[in-house]
T-cell receptor
Framework: GEQVEQLPSILRVQEGSSASINCTYE??????FPWYKQEPGENPKLIID?????ERKQTQGLIVLLDKKAKRFSLHITDTQPGDSAMYFC??????????FGQGTKLSIKP | EAAVTQSPRNKVTVTGGNVTLSCRQT?????MYWYRQDTGHGLRLIHY???????QIGDVPDGYKATRTTQEDFFLLLELASPSQTSLYFC?????????????FGEGSRLIVV
């Protein structure tokens, strides 16, 4: 299988708190897991990624965790700000190269 | 940063109409992709190509043709547009398909089929 499931589809959190988005994948051969952020009216842009030889990666308030046994990866945004409001997409790349995207999460930060 | 340019940005056509969406990338990337974005479905791959003259079928190819005329140019063709093809279309490019190769997206083309 080549599905990527992403939850939740809608997420509202208070400014300053953390937000977490979870994705699961089916193909254990997946080796690359990027996260894209899409602001309203804009195109998706890569914000962080993790390869299968890592379990954790952190950059500028973003943390990505990868659990290969559970075939699960997650994005954690710490100290959320209004500028974090956007659509977020997870994705998984399989050996044959295609990038399969999750369904997306609409994150809203409440002031 | 990679430059991927799409045209038209907005298009309205009638059922049965003929539509061509154009994409040009100026970064000498080998791979180009067409995705459609729909609420609840995320980004779904229609067609992709790894070089001029090459075409690979994606996950939702029905009703779409594509052609890669040069390394820079990738076209998506809807020869008999249907309302189910109303969507936001993104073109993207990448240097390769190995782990770590980033997708760079264009600005999107919104198509409405009435």
């Amino acid at each position: 299988g080549e599905q990527v499931e992403q939850l939740p589809s809608i997420l509202r959190v208070q400014e300053g708190s953390s937000a977490s988005i979870n994705c699961t994948y089916e193909n254990s051969a997946s080796n690359y897991f990027p996260w894209y952020k899409q602001e309203p009216g804009e195109n998706p842009k890569l914000i962080i990624d993790i390869r299968s030889n890592m379990e954790r990666k952190q950059t500028q308030g973003l943390i990505v965790l990868l659990d290969k046994k559970a075939k699960r990866f997650s994005l954690h945004i710490t100290d959320t700000q209004p500028g974090d409001s956007a659509m977020y997409f997870c994705a998984a790349r399989y050996n044959q190269g295609k990038l399969i995207f999750g369904q997306g999460t609409k994150l809203s930060i409440k002031p | 940063e990679a430059a991927v340019t799409q045209s038209p940005r907005n298009k309205v056509t009638v059922t049965g109409g003929n539509v061509t969406l154009s994409c040009r990338q100026t970064n000498s990337h080998n791979y180009m992709y067409w995705y459609r974005q729909d609420t609840g479905h995320g980004l779904r791959l229609i067609h992709y190509s790894y070089g001029a003259g090459n075409l690979q079928i994606g996950d939702v190819p029905d009703g779409y043709k594509a052609t890669r005329t040069t390394q820079e140019d990738f076209f998506l063709l809807l020869e008999l547009a249907s309302p189910s093809q109303t969507s936001l279309y993104f073109c993207a490019s990448s240097d390769g398909q190995g782990a770590g190769n980033t997708l760079y997206f264009g600005e999107g083309s919104r198509l409405i089929v009435v």
